[in-house]
């Protein structure tokens, strides 16, 4: 503080506000050091003047001060700059009625850290007096040794803080360059799984569309053939026989074995005394079938029946000397391979516990509508098929030989 704050001046009288030219001298110094920051009081003198001031800091600070006892340019600027800085600070000490009030309002922003705006409020208000001037004047002498004094302190703190800072600087600069360089190495990663996600989803793609192609051509294919279904169980037919062919060609090679033998034991029959006589093994079902029957190369036709026993049926029907034929009764075979097998059929025979009702029915109606013979067997085993041929046997003693004819 300059040497006139230690002078005291009369207090104003009136309502009005005093102007910054109204205050004593005493006044000038700390209103322009407490209310001013050096940076705004350089500009508004530079303002005043029409041009930048080369003065220091301090000579600007006591050129203003010595200007502020009259009224020109310079003072009417800081005087419109203090009025609008502080307008609602003024508008609030508007309100304290007497010098008691304005002391108190003074005391309360002191504590609050107020002081610019209400050191500034309080001196201009009509109501200080020399006494609560002469008080104001010396709280912010004592602030302004007690700001100092924190300020030093603050600048030591500010440096260590600022120390601390480089340092905390220096430490997340280098976590942000190790997070960058993850964050930069994932999303590569993320990239890469992406396109080999993008790759996989291609090709399965391309994979259910050719599944969906194909699919679409076995359709075709399938409806190009008419014969589509009636091939599959020909198929289906052609590996039974080939399955019966091998048993006969194993059935064959055992049968001449033991003709080998039986010309072997006549041989020696001949040079040796007589033995008693060689008998063949024959098929269990053949045993079981009477000398007497003999089909005479019909065409027996059986209808139905266990798949298992196809074999054994075929084998029955064959060892006396009859054609066999078969229907599975439209469980695989078409209904309509039915007629056709029907009407090239000698004798029928039909399994009446395996076959569906339609087949039942139809071939019921054509051997009526024929008079083709016919017998029904509810039994699906091979010795009810046996008894069944029996019984056509006793039946029909004599059966008229069929015309041959190449099939």
């Given at each position: ?58 000579e600007i600070h006591v050129g203003t001060v ?325 019984q056509i046997a006793e039946n029909e003693q ?10």
């Amino acid at each position: 503080m300059c040497d006139q704050c230690s002078h005291t001046g009369p207090a104003s009288a009136g309502s009005r506000r005093r102007r910054l030219w109204d205050l004593p001298s005493q006044c000038h110094c700390p209103v322009i050091g407490v209310c001013f920051l050096l940076p705004e009081l350089r500009q508004l003198v530079s303002k005043a003047l029409g041009a930048p001031v080369a003065a220091d800091d301090y000579e600007i600070h006591v050129g203003t001060v010595a200007q502020c006892q009259h009224r020109h340019r310079l003072t009417e600027l800081l005087q419109k700059d203090l009025e609008t800085r502080y307008t609602r600070t003024i508008q609030t000490f508007k309100a304290a009625r007497s010098t008691e009030a304005l002391a108190e309002r003074w005391s309360q922003a002191t504590k609050h850290g107020e002081v610019p705006a209400a050191f500034w409020a309080t001196l201009t208000h009509p109501r200080c007096d020399a006494a609560l001037q002469e008080q104001v004047l010396r709280d912010m002498h004592m602030l302004q040794h007690q700001a100092g004094a924190a300020e030093r302190v603050d600048t030591v703190r500010f440096q260590e803080l600022m120390r601390e800072h480089g340092v905390l600087a220096r430490e997340l600069g280098k976590v942000q360059e190790r997070c960058t360089r993850v964050i930069t190495e994932k999303c590569a990663e993320i990239e890469q799984q992406g396109a080999e996600l993008m790759r996989l989803r291609a090709h399965g793609i391309s994979q259910e569309t050719r599944i969906a192609c194909l699919l679409q051509e076995i359709e075709a294919l399938k409806a190009s053939l008419p014969d589509y279904e009636n091939t599959t169980r020909l198929l289906k037919k052609l590996e039974q026989l080939s399955a019966r062919q091998s048993e006969l060609e194993t059935y064959n090679a055992h049968l001449r074995q033991q003709l080998h033998e039986a010309h072997s034991a006549l041989k020696q029959r001949d040079t040796e005394p007589a033995s008693p006589a060689l008998t063949l093994p024959l098929p269990a079902v053949v045993a079981e079938l009477p000398v007497t029957v003999h089909l005479r190369q019909k065409n027996v036709l059986c209808v139905g029946g266990r798949l298992g026993n196809v074999t054994n049926y075929r084998e029955v029907i064959e060892q006396a000397g009859g054609r066999f034929a078969h229907h599975d009764g439209g469980v695989e075979d078409r209904h309509s391979a039915l007629e056709s097998s029907l009407a090239a059929a000698d004798l029928v025979i039909c399994q009446t516990g395996c076959i569906s009702h339609n087949a039942y029915w139809r071939v019921k109606d054509f051997c009526k509508r024929t008079g083709k013979q016919c017998v029904f067997v509810e039994n699906a085993s091979t010795s009810s098929l046996v008894r069944s041929v029996q019984q056509i046997a006793e039946n029909e003693q004599a059966w008229p030989a069929p015309a041959t004819s190449e099939r």
